[in-house]
């Protein structure tokens, strides 16, 4: 059984820290691209950040977020910094078996998760 399980949203202060959880299971995600996405009520689906060889983040995101990966844990995080009201969401992670390429482009990724709810707000 193929899983991703998303974990460790919540609510949080602007300014405020939060650390994601994505943990596989029934594969190994050491070889794969991991990427976060997030999706706003009404708004579409976009990209955060992703890990493979090297990892990349998009521009809103730079500076405040870092992925990371355990692979004893065969899990990746997702540490958010300096939170902002318009980072709230719900985050989902996904899988890409190519483990090549780092791009934030839905299509590319084969297995996601069900998403964990961050909300940031006074």
């Keep these: 059984q ?3 399980v998303e974990s460790g949203g919540g609510l949080v202060q602007p300014g405020g820290s939060l650390r994601l959880s994505c943990a596989a299971s029934g594969f190994t995600l050491d070889y794969y691209a991991i990427g976060w996405f997030r999706q706003a009520p009404g708004k579409e689906r976009e990209g ?3 890990i493979s060889s090297s990892t990349y983040y998009a ?14 844990k065969n899990t990746v995080y997702l540490q958010m910094n300096s939170l902002k009201p318009e980072d709230t969401a719900v985050y989902y992670c996904a899988a890409d078996p190519s483990g090549r390429l780092c791009v934030l482009w839905p299509p590319s ?8 709810q961050v909300t940031v707000s006074s």
């Excluded at 990724?109 to 964990?116: A, E, F, P």
């Design 2 to 4: 193929v899983q991703l």
């Design 48 to 50: 955060v950040s992703c």
């Design 59 to 72: 521009d809103s995101m730079k500076g405040r977020f870092t992925i990371s990966r355990d692979n004893a």
């Design 109 to 116: 990724y084969d297995y996601w998760g069900q998403g964990t």
